[in-house]
């Protein structure tokens, strides 16, 4: 029987009525990287003899009658967790020798769960990129088209579900990186509400593992349904018991609604500083369809909606001030120069990315109570709708591309843009803090996945996740890529 593409879900249901060990899941994940992945490239770090041993120790744990909510699955981890005896790089090439000594909480919590861990899945260097490569482990290959990017940064983990290699996979996001990957791959992905999921462990090479917070990053789950998403979210969203102790715990809202129709939806498909191109407002209108056709509230506008042409220039602000910690100081000094040389009416994404990168505090609590305002507002939109349904990004997945990042430009339709400014639809979500999740919507006319995300309310991530599952049901979810 062919296992490579059943859900979670599913899978976890066989080894329980006893229709497959963990050692046949493992030697059948294990015979189909071997297979595939030397055109793919998602596994960067493969653990093998250890998932081997771990599945035994599953199948002999379930014969003594014992069962955990992982028990004997093979899943796998982005490469920029922390996982005792295997590298944390990063993509940085002087940290390629670099082995933690333990494991990242989230990696604890899957061993706990009973997960087969078969390895670690490629990132872009330092995380900062929507493709998947560096000069430790090369170029992460999407499984739809060879010569495309499976998205970034968790794009290995995105092309490792795509391929089959296991059920689940755990990575990160700040600017789309577990939604983008997913819409490339056409899979689905959940980014959590900031601050619900911890992510000790989860930090460049070299540095302890405390339990401290990067400003709008998130850990999060990737699946091959949205069901799938709920079930490792569930493993995912304890507290740190370094920071509120170990008998606290959190309980999520239930869903909004239980039905299609009962839900209001506003559907966005036009971004005031970039356009959408044709196969994503496709996907766009799918979603929409199946909506109406089901008898949900499907608004295309509505007066609450935070501006999202501020969202992108404080989101930009925000996000460069966090990701600028570590910057060596002569950069520093050279970006601070060319911030101080600015017109002051230039608000252009490029502008305000240089501000953020030198923000004073001052400043910095002044862009953060003006991110409070922008969650006031979607407190009030969320009021009136129960989701949000947008673009990811503007395109489908791209070319490869390994030029110099400044430089880069995205093809929409046939007209070029920077390449940073698709990262606008990932920023409405980061920039507030909300969840989304990332489905599959269909493909495009060229064959490749389309996927679209879903807003919801701060901490009502099962709302979102719901809504998920039902248009799964409506629209079909996702489907395997022709390999080999």
Known sequence: MEWAYRTAEQTLAALRAGEVTSVELTEASIARIEK?????????????ERARAAAREADAARARGEDRPLLGLPVTVKESYNIAGLPTTWGIPEFAGYLPEEDALQVSRLKAAGAVLLGKTNVPLVLRDWQSYNDIYGVTNNPWDLDRSPGGSSGGSAAALAAGYGALSIGSDIAGSLRVPAHFCGVYAHKPTYGLTPSRGHLAPGAPALPTAIDLAVVGPMARSARDLALLLDLMVAPDPLTLGLAYTVNLPAPRHDRLADFRVLVLDEHPTLPTGSSVRAGIERVAAALIAAGARVERHSPLLPDLTDTAALYSRLLTAALSVNMPAPAYEQIRTAAAQLDPADDSPAAESLRGMVLGHR???????????????????????????????????????????QTRRIDIDGADHPYGDQMAWAGVATMSGLPATAIPAGRGDDGLPVG????GPMFCDRTPLRLAELLEREIGGFEPPALG
Not at 36 to 48: K, L, S, T
Not at 452 to 455: A, E, G, N
């Open 36 to 48: 595939y992945d030397g055109a793919v490239n998602a596994i960067c770090v493969p653990d093998f």
């Open 452 to 455: 679209v995300q879903i807003l």
């Open 363 to 405: 400043d910095w609590l002044a862009a953060d109570a003006r991110r409070e305002q922008h969650r006031h507002g979607w407190r009030a939109l969320f009021a009136e709708f129960d989701a949000v349904v947008c673009p990811v990004s503007p395109t489908p997945a791209f070319p490869h591309d390994h030029t110099d990042w």
